[in-house]
């Protein structure tokens, strides 16, 4: 499956911005989805995923109650909505795809997008 993660941009803090991650090549529904972000200098780190369904969700502390996964298998896309966004959510952002199973381990994902930065402004 192919993945093309879009929707970053520039954004002041409290401000939102809507990520789409858009599949292709493969069955959407057969994969649980992942984003992760990776800021300058910092390791990769998990965000949060979404199983096959949309019905099971789980979040990082970091972006709880701020950020909102889905996913419309119909439209072979996910989305992260993201709210009250902080200077520290400035990030490259990543989605991933896993066959099997999802988690916080990058390495549990099999196929990953290009990424989309995101710039949070103070």
């Known amino acids: 499956v192919q993945l093309q993660a879009s929707g970053g941009g520039l954004v002041q803090a409290g401000g939102s911005l809507r990520l789409s991650c858009a599949a292709s090549g493969r069955t959407f529904s057969r994969y649980g989805i992942g984003w992760f972000r990776q800021a300058p200098g910092k390791e990769r780190e998990f965000v949060v995923f979404?199983?096959?369904?949309?019905?099971?969700?789980y979040y990082a502390d970091s972006v709880k109650g701020r950020f909102t996964i889905s996913r419309d298998n119909a439209k072979n896309t996910a989305y992260l909505q993201m709210d009250s966004l902080k200077p520290e959510d400035t990030a490259v952002y990543y989605c991933a795809a896993a066959e099997l199973r999802v988690g916080s381990d990058p390495t549990t994902y099999d196929y990953w997008g290009q990424g989309t930065q995101v710039t949070v402004s103070s």
């Open positions: 979404i199983s096959r369904s949309g019905g099971s969700t």
